[in-house]
């Protein structure tokens, strides 16, 4: 059996896989290019870790089961899968960054009520503005806090916020178990909240739902958090109502393009954290993703079914 | 009855005020500095909202009741009190900040294990270093937390660090129900700790009780929060840990003196959030402060005991 990789093993996954399958077997591809020895290898290969260009998974007529290295599959969604998937099964990593991305959410979002931001600019300054500053900060104790997507991060998110006294609001699938359901719902909830937190996943029903006219139900008081894709939400709208003072302020994880456009205006817009895609991360992760694809592994020869199966009628 | 008060008063709390007493028989200072007038109408009240010099308090020979607008009294401590107590009650704000003290407590942890405040640099820079970042943040979940002070800040801390999935410690009287109650067993888990909160009063028993040699059991990895009192904590000894790289951050809400001097090392020193004493902070605090004085009143004239009594045997 042929296995194609592009993602970083660390050592002891190396030593973990060896152990598995013959070392010959693994094709190790580079994380960041996907080059013509990697198109090569994966052409050959029955299991393929890590990601590929989408037209790449239509040529490669021997792969059986692909393991992403990330919870979204949009690049893939174009693909025709009533047909792929009669053949190619794909796995991705649900699940795997919900904490590491919940706790960047309420990390960004406790930088801005409690004035971190402020106060890591007012020390490269030396100015003490302690007394300015305290009537002007916030609590996330007693806020309305409203969950866009209440999948792993949503719930991640909901159990934290409610340790912390925030009064929270789910809107998901009826299947999620979200108090909200409907788009109607979620607008009725968008005005009472002090607090979004968006973690859907990319799909053709998600892209652009926070356009310009959802987005400015949000309050003035208000702080939107986006964790889940860049698509979600219509950027160009995002930093008007930021720029006006018609938002409070904004944790943007995901845009549209990555690396962020140096001309991008997120870059300098008024009370912005910007984590730059790093929510999933923690020094776990390398370790942790091949945990699961070993896990997956040991699955896949034993013909068991696999964990954490994309279902493309949904879309994640 | 002659009140002294120079605590901000909302308007709200000015109308509730006079509801209850005459408008005439308080007296309004002014919360930045005590002045002679301020002085003179101490010397004729009853009862007091505030604070003030300690000697003043010795001159107030008609000074039934002080109630603090801080949680520390530590300013009083120098008095005599087993004589001053037979005529004077003094209560204070306990476990008024312990919510909002608890969340910039959390803010400032997360901003550090999740690079909020590399990102924030990165921003004003416009750098995208995604890549870079991710594999070196880390999460509170699973990380080993030790609140040293199990009052109402420790209390606020652990049930938050529980639910974002931290091994919770906690240091504190017998009384207080804290799991280690000896300085033995403190010192026993600090080598252990990823991050120590501390959250004592200031004290005699307290003053300098992170000194040099508790500070550097703490491992390499480990970050110190200190949001008691600037007293708990050698400051030159942490600042020495933190410059070789022997303590991985802090994050300093109070400090010896305050504001801090402008060359302080604690303005450059690497890792540090320095929140400048505003962890206690919301924008409800000045109507909450009030409630409390305001409340404590209406138990003070019906003769029923108050809320919140410091105890001078403890200092605190």
Known sequence: MQIFSNVEFSAQGQQLLARDVAPDAVHFGDPEQFGAADHAALLRSEVAFGSCPAE??????????????????????????????????????????????????????????????????????????????????????????LVV???????????????FGSHVETYGTPASGAGLTTLAELDGALPRADIAFLALPGTPATAGLFGASRLSLLKQTAILVNLGRGGLVDEDALVQLLDQGRLAGAVIDVTQTEPLAADSPLWSTPNVILTQHTAGGSSAE??????VFLVNLKRYRMGLPLDSVVDWAKGY
Chains 1, 2 share one sequence.
């Open 56 to 145: 790449v998974l239509e040529q490669a007529a021997g792969l059986r089961w692909l393991q992403l290295d990330s919870v979204g599959c949009d690049p893939y969604l174009r693909l025709d899968w009533p047909r792929l998937s009669t053949r190619l099964t794909v796995t991705n990593l649900r699940g795997f960054f919900s904490v590491p991305v919940a706790e960047t959410g309420i990390a960004g979002v406790l930088a801005l009520i409690r004035a971190i931001d402020r106060l890591i600019e007012l020390r490269q300054v030396r100015e003490w503005r302690a007394v300015d500053l305290r009537s002007r900060l916030r609590t996330l104790h007693g806020a309305r806090a």
């Open 286 to 291: 390398i370790d942790g993703k091949t945990d």
């Open 149 to 163: 997507g209440y999948g792993g991060i949503g719930h991640a998110l909901a159990s934290r916020l409610a340790a």
